[in-house]
């Protein structure tokens, strides 16, 4: 099961496949919901929950957090829940796969089949960052305060010696940059692959202008070494079978065409002790340039033997 699909489901943007499973839960028995509608502040961090169910009222009468099965995981969220049950007397729930699981048993349709509805849905993405409207902030622009606030955080952050500090100039010495500007010269160059330019680095090793361009040449590359290791391998395989039907001439010569199985099962071992191929069909793909079968296998070392072929 993938949490890694996120999308927008009833306007909202859910984060995981399971998170939409409890959503369709939710739905399938008209219970109301809202989703991620308040942060707590629980001291050693802010803490987002992602249900928030109210009664007739409008007062918050629990919180469900969906986490996936990962223990380290479940610890941290229910050691943030028990902290805004402490500080904001909320109730809180946290639901896992496997209460799930238990969750969709009486239903008309499988946890399963939900899970891969929401995957194959076009509303979803498996990328985190991802661009357009499948982003969670998608045409929201920040307000003057907000903007006022990060600034305010990003010069604190400069102006300490905190790790965050510390990941934000390494992030910055890889791209070429420092504090917003252009420390490493950018260059101009082709794609080996299909000759478009791109910038780049100029201490880059970029040579390729997408990952398309560099899989595709990638691939190209690994096919022709497969096929030269392949040619390689077969011409090994018929040289050795001549070698053997020469070494063995009197076995070859006394094996009947309705008795090949012993002197071929020989040959087989020894040829996957030596070259790790035992399927016949490669064998004698390998010496005829195509598959023929045995009994014209064994023809053709009757063949060497009389005529000493080497």
């Known amino acids: 099961m993938n949490r890694g699909y996120a999308g927008f489901y009833k306007n909202y943007y859910l984060r995981s496949s399971y998170e939409y499973a409890y959503a369709k839960y939710l739905d399938f028995h008209k219970i109301p919901w809202s989703y991620e509608d308040h942060s707590y502040d629980i001291g050693y961090k802010t803490y987002k929950p992602d249900f928030f169910f109210y009664d007739q009222n409008g007062k918050l009468e629990k919180i469900v957090e969906i986490k996936s099965r990962n223990e380290n995981v479940l610890i941290e969220a229910r050691k943030a829940l028990d902290c805004i049950k402490a500080i904001y007397n909320v109730d809180f729930e946290l639901i896992t796969y496997k ?25 979803t993405t ?12 998608y045409n929201l622009k920040h307000s003057e305060n907000a903007k006022k606030k990060i600034g305010e955080h990003t010069r604190k952050l400069w102006a300490s010696e905190s790790l965050a500090k510390k990941k934000m100039l390494e992030g910055l ?13 950018r260059v101009q160059r082709k794609c080996i692959e299909c000759n478009k330019e791109y910038e780049v680095l ?58 090949i199985k012993t002197t071929i099962s020989q040959l087989i071992h020894d040829i996957q002790s030596k070259f790790g191929v035992k399927d016949i069909r490669v064998i004698s793909k390998a010496v005829f340039g195509e598959d023929r079968g045995r009994k014209e296998l064994i023809r053709f070392m009757k063949k060497v033997c009389n005529e000493k072929i080497c």
């Open 99 to 123: 209460h799930l699981l238990e969750l969709y048993k009486p239903l008309p349709f499988s946890l399963t089949s939900t899970i891969d509805e929401w995957i194959k849905s076009e509303k």
């Open 126 to 137: 498996i990328n985190k960052t991802a661009h357009g409207k499948l982003n969670a902030h």
């Open 173 to 185: 010495k890889k791209s070429g940059m420092k504090k917003g500007y252009i420390r490493v010269a």
């Open 202 to 259: 100029s201490t880059s090793p970029k040579k390729y202008c997408s990952r398309t361009c560099s899989g595709n040449s990638a691939i190209r590359n690994a096919t022709v070494q497969y096929m030269e290791k392949r040619e390689s391998i077969h011409k090994g395989i018929r040289d050795y079978v001549i070698r053997w039907s020469i070494d063995n001439k009197d076995i070859v010569l006394g094996t009947p065409l309705n008795k």
